[in-house]
Structure formats: C-alpha cells, structure tokens
C-alpha cells in the first residue's frame, strides 16, 4: 500500500524544534503510524523564522482573535505569523495531505483548548494556536486530531478511520467522476456512516438521488463536505451495536438456531462493552466469507483500516 501523506508538529516526530531546543517525540506515531503514514513534518515557529532556543511564546487576548506573544519580553508575532500561515497552507495544497496531527496546547501548533491570558493573566483554556487554527480554516475538511487526543483509543480509531476515507475519496476523484461511481462509492460506505451518523446517511442519500440534477463539482464538494462532517461524529457501542443487528439480519436464513443465537450473544456482550468491537466484526467477517454475501463484502465498515493497525481491539 502507498503512503498516505500526513502533516505533523515537527516536534512530535523527535525533531528538536522547541522553545527549549527539545521535542515531543511521540513513539505511537514513528513506530506505529509510521508503517501507513508518510510524514510532512510542519514547524511554524522555525519556519516563520524564530531561532531554537528562543523565548517561549503564549497566547493573549480574545479567545477566537487571540494574539501571539513572548511571554518576558512582551513581542507580538500574530501579524507576521498569520502572515506565513497564509502562505505555507497554500504550499501545503500542493501535498494533498489526508490528514493533521498537531502538537497539542501550542501556542502556534494547538487546535483546540489552548490557553489564552486575559490583560489580568488569568487563562482560560478556549483558543486554538495560530497555525493550527488557519489549518483548519483553510482546509475545513481534512481529519485533524491532537497528540492528546491520538492517545484516547476511540478519538484515535475515529481518525484514523476518517483518514482512510478521505484517501479513498481522493482516489475516487483521480480515477471515477460518473454518478455511477459516486452511487457505488456511497454505497460501500453506507454502514460505516451509518455506524457515526443515520442523520447523514440520510441527506448523502438524498444528494446521492439528485446526483443527475445537480451540477458535478458542486455535488461532489458537498457530498464529501457532509461525509467527513458525518463521520467525526463518534460510533458508539450504541451505534454500532445497530449497525452490526443490521448486518446479523443478513444471515438469518443462512444461520441454525444456535449459530444466530451465538452471533446476537457476541454482539450483546460488546454493546455492554465485554468484549471490543473486533470480536464481533471477526465473527461477521467470517460469515460473510462462508455465505458470500455480495453487498456486506463490499461494505467498508467491516475494514475501514488495516487490521494490523489493531484499532478496533480498543474501542
Ligand atoms: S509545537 Fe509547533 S511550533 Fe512548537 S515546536 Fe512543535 S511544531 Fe514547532
């Protein structure tokens, strides 16, 4: 499998890029993601000209218009770095990247919860670092996540998972255009976005039945707007607990007695949260293979990454 390209907090990847001349290395993302994910390492402080060492910096101000500032020496960076943002996320457009990991609680890097002082000093934990924030302005789209945040088991599978449909997006828009590709592209992922939202399975279905009436560019920007919107929404034990009652009903006619009791047990026990998500999927899997059931093999839900990623083991 080719690489997929994601940007990262060059400090995350080991590289000794911070205030202090140190790094945040993280070993989940060099030994683990490394294997899928080629890195397109990002350090806006460095890259918009600041030394290593230098002074540290934090945020002042209003939380949705927050300035950038040297915490002893009072300099204010914002204009100058708002300014190179600017032209490095139109650089970054030429990377096609699938996906952001950011250095969390950066003044610079942050994207959520970053802490902004007041004139008083006293900070609230309500901003999102410079860069981070233009990131996400600029490309509403692609899947972002923290380090923080890449370290909770289900935040982590739901990015990772939304990576993975996003490339599968791009793909789709390099080889197929016709409403038939789009109709089959939906409909291998109808049970993953059913498993984060039914709300948005719904209305892609609708865009999908207007495909004709539509004009092309337009509908393929607003199906993907609504898909990737649809699917940060977390799958929960409930949701896909519905998901997979959905995907045992196929075999009702195929299983004995015994057999349709055990799978319905085995889905139970994970939505009492007994066993992970995998156990079941395996079992569904291994049915599907048996009864050759066309429309779940090609569903996406059943291996939205590489199982050696092992992401659904912990959620
Ligand atoms: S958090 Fe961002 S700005 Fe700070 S060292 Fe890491 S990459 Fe550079």
């Not at 609230?124 to 981070?132: L, P």
């Amino acid at each position: 499998m080719e690489k997929i390209k994601i940007g990262i907090s060059s400090c995350l990847l080991g590289n000794n890029v911070r205030y202090d001349g140190g790094h945040k290395w993280d070993r989940y993302v060099t030994e683990t993601l490394e294997e899928y994910f080629e890195w397109v390492p990002v350090c806006p402080e460095v890259e918009y000209g600041l030394p290593i060492p230098r002074e540290a910096m934090h945020l002042v101000g209003e939380p949705a218009t927050p300035r950038l500032v040297t915490v002893r020496t009072g300099i204010d960076h914002t204009s100058g770095m708002l300014k190179w943002s600017d032209k490095k996320l139109k650089d970054i457009e030429n990377e096609e990247l699938c996906g952001f990991i950011f250095k969390s609680r950066s003044p610079s890097s942050g994207i959520s919860g970053v802490k902004v002082y007041t004139p008083s000093g006293m900070p609230s934990r309500r901003g999102t670092g410079i860069f981070g924030g233009a990131f996400m302005r600029h490309f509403p789209i692609i899947p972002v996540i923290d380090d923080g945040r890449l370290h909770d088991p289900q935040l982590r599978e739901n990015f990772i998972e939304r990576i993975f449909v996003y490339r599968r997006w791009k793909d789709f828009l390099q080889n197929n255009t016709s409403i038939k590709d789009l109709v089959a592209f939906h409909t291998e992922h109808k049970l993953l976005i059913l498993s984060h939202s039914p709300k948005h399975l719904s209305a892609l279905g609708k865009l999908v039945a207007d495909a004709k009436r539509r004009d092309r560019k337009e509908l393929f920007t607003e199906y993907i707007r609504v898909l990737m919107e649809g699917i940060q929404l977390i799958a929960t034990a409930k949701k896909n607990t519905n998901v997979l009652l959905h995907i045992a009903g196929y075999f009702k006619k195929n299983l004995s007695p015994d057999d349709k009791q055990e799978l319905l047990e085995i889905i139970d026990q994970y939505h009492r949260k007994y066993v992970p998500l995998i156990v079941p999927i395996v079992i569904i899997n291994h049915y599907i293979r048996k009864f050759n059931e066309p429309y779940l093999q090609k569903q996406y839900y059943l291996c939205p990454h590489p199982l050696e990623m092992m992401l659904r083991n912990h959620v």
